[in-house]
């Protein structure tokens, strides 16, 4: 009987252990990957939990610079300071480059717009969504 409560002492601290340890990390809980082209984003939807820290893998395998930027609102061609605006994050990479970003997913779930803000991009098609839930 000793060595069940034992058992059952330690399996509650371990599991209070390690709760701890998984919430509080600092680190980035959800990580997506996204490649900027000429002139499309691979893949076009990413989903991602609400409120929580992201971590963006992104790289520009196109010839050109291009953006990686969600909008509060929808943004419309073409793309104008009143666009830029209403970003809510902004990652801009030259053509051949990689980098790793971190940012806060929105807090209210949604479908929120993703767009290249480089003149001429938005209207060429470069568009995708960020779904929070």
Same mark, same amino acid.
């Given at each position: 009987m000793r060595n069940g409560k034992i058992f059952l002492f330690t399996t509650l601290? #371990? %599991?209070v252990v #390690? /709760? +701890?340890?998984?919430?509080g990390g600092g $680190? +980035? %809980? !959800? !990580?997506?990957t996204s *490649?900027?082209?000429d002139f499309k984003y *691979? @893949? @076009?939807e990413y989903t991602? @939990? /609400? $409120?929580?820290q992201i971590t963006l893998e992104l790289s520009n395998t196109g010839a050109v610079e291009h953006e990686w930027a969600i909008q509060s609102t929808p943004a419309t061609a073409p793309y104008d300071e009143a666009d830029k605006a209403n970003q809510l994050v902004s990652f801009i990479l030259g053509p051949g480059e990689s980098s790793t970003f971190t940012f806060t997913a929105p807090s209210e779930a949604g479908d929120?717009?993703?767009v290249c803000g480089i003149p001429g991009h938005l209207e060429a098609g470069m568009v995708g969504t960020l779904t929070v839930q």
């Open positions: 601290v #371990l %599991s #390690l /709760a +701890a340890c998984g919430g $680190g +980035a %809980s !959800t !990580t997506i *490649d900027m082209q *691979d @893949p @076009p991602v @939990p /609400a $409120g929580e929120y717009q993703i």
